[in-house]
């Protein structure tokens, strides 16, 4: 077996990290205090091919695989969490429906846009006040038929990217009769009259990266704007979010190895008894136990994005990567914090706010509980 990355990976990995430590890391700490979307960086993105990952090149893409892909958005997570989550949001959630199931037309249209970084970013809009984990059941906005077009009404409520987006995917009740079959998957865009993106929502971390309530009043949008089969919006919505959750995974560790790598310098640099505390056994513990979980989780998720491009089953592998790097790495930035001390607990240090940052990962795009359920069917075989 061989664990390497090839050379075309590896030359994207350092070409990817050090436009993240020299352009989106220093920045980070202004995002997160701000809560301003780091535009001016993104916009530099578009180049490197870093909001168009997995699109194919004939639609304005990169065309790259999936692991590459893994690499960016540990990279970016590494440098900004806030960043990183819009980012992941835009190229997964935001654009993977529509590489997926979008017509020809379709992707000609809206992805070339989107994936160039000549327009605004994507955005899924799927929770609802009463719709978190249960989709199906949950679902209140309605797309109802007239004419040649649909009319959309509802609240969608925690949409990433909504205030940065120019596109949406929205999933609405198609069928009021209700089961598997009564949700669809509609493109939206954001300037459709009838919208209202409500004031960013107050948050414990990712402030860079805007959340939004969203109200449609009356919306009406083509007929061809159906994306995929009428009907199929819950299987299409929970197969996007199975390949999300390896890019969740991703930027998870990626704030772990950012922390890591700070409490690594200042248990270097900061002495205590007379001697640097990283001499001291239990902040080596620490390390060890710190590094040792950065590079399961790392092996993981990029096991998973290797069966992901190889064309095998992953759904499984993408669960358990994304609930070992999310859980691990809330592990591994309280550490980082408990080797800075009280200085780990100020703003002044980038500790805090990974932690903070880090929360979020083990809820969005299928909390930690959700993600045991799948995996044990997977292993019970009722996924089969």
């Not at 990266?209 to 919006?233: C, I, Q, Y």
Request: glycine residues 12%.
């Amino acid at each position: 077996m061989n664990f390497n990355l090839t050379d075309e990976q590896q030359t994207f990995r350092d070409v990817v990290h050090k436009f993240m430590a020299e352009e989106l890391a220093p920045t980070a700490k202004e995002t997160d205090e701000t809560a301003v979307f780091n535009w001016p960086v993104v916009k530099k993105m578009g180049p490197l091919g870093l909001l168009g990952m997995e699109v194919p090149e004939e639609y304005g893409g990169a065309g790259m695989d999936s692991v590459m892909a893994t690499i960016a958005i540990e990279e970016m997570g590494w440098a900004c969490g806030s960043t990183a989550l819009a980012i992941s949001a835009h190229n997964n959630l935001g654009m993977g429906p529509i590489v997926a199931y979008g017509t020809e037309e379709q992707k000609h249209k809206w992805l070339p846009p989107l994936a160039t970084g000549a327009g605004r970013l994507g955005c899924l809009m799927l929770t609802e006040p009463g719709a978190g984990s249960d989709l199906q059941n949950g679902v209140r906005v309605t797309a109802v038929k007239e004419g040649d077009a649909w009319v959309i009404d509802g609240n969608k409520m925690w949409a990433t990217n909504a205030s940065i987006a120019d596109t949406f995917v929205v999933l609405c009740r198609t069928d009021p009769a209700g089961g598997s079959r009564s949700l669809s998957q509609i493109i939206v865009p954001a300037d459709t009259p009838g919208i209202t993106i409500g004031p960013a929502e107050k948050k414990m971390g990712l402030n860079g990266s805007p959340t939004h309530a969203v109200n449609f009043d009356n919306v009406t949008v083509p007929r061809e704007n159906l994306l995929g089969e009428e009907g199929k919006g819950l299987t299409q919505t929970l197969a996007t979010l199975t390949k999300g959750r390896i890019s969740i995974g991703a930027l998870a560790l990626g704030l772990a190895q950012g922390a890591y790598d700070k409490a690594i310098r200042y248990a270097q640099e900061r002495e205590t008894f007379g001697k640097p505390i990283g001499q001291h056994q239990a902040v080596q513990f620490m390390l060890a136990d710190m590094a040792t979980e950065i590079q399961a989780s790392r092996l993981m998720l990029y096991w998973a994005a290797w069966r992901k491009d190889q064309g095998l089953s992953y759904a499984k592998e993408a669960g358990m990567a994304k609930l070992m790097a999310t859980e691990m790495s809330e592990r591994v930035t309280r550490n980082a914090i408990q080797i800075h001390g009280g200085f780990g607990y100020s703003r002044e240090f980038e500790v805090e706010r990974m932690y903070r940052d880090t929360r979020l990962m083990s809820i969005g795009e299928g909390t930690s509980e959700i993600l045991r359920m799948v995996i044990g069917r997977h292993l019970l075989g009722y996924y089969e």
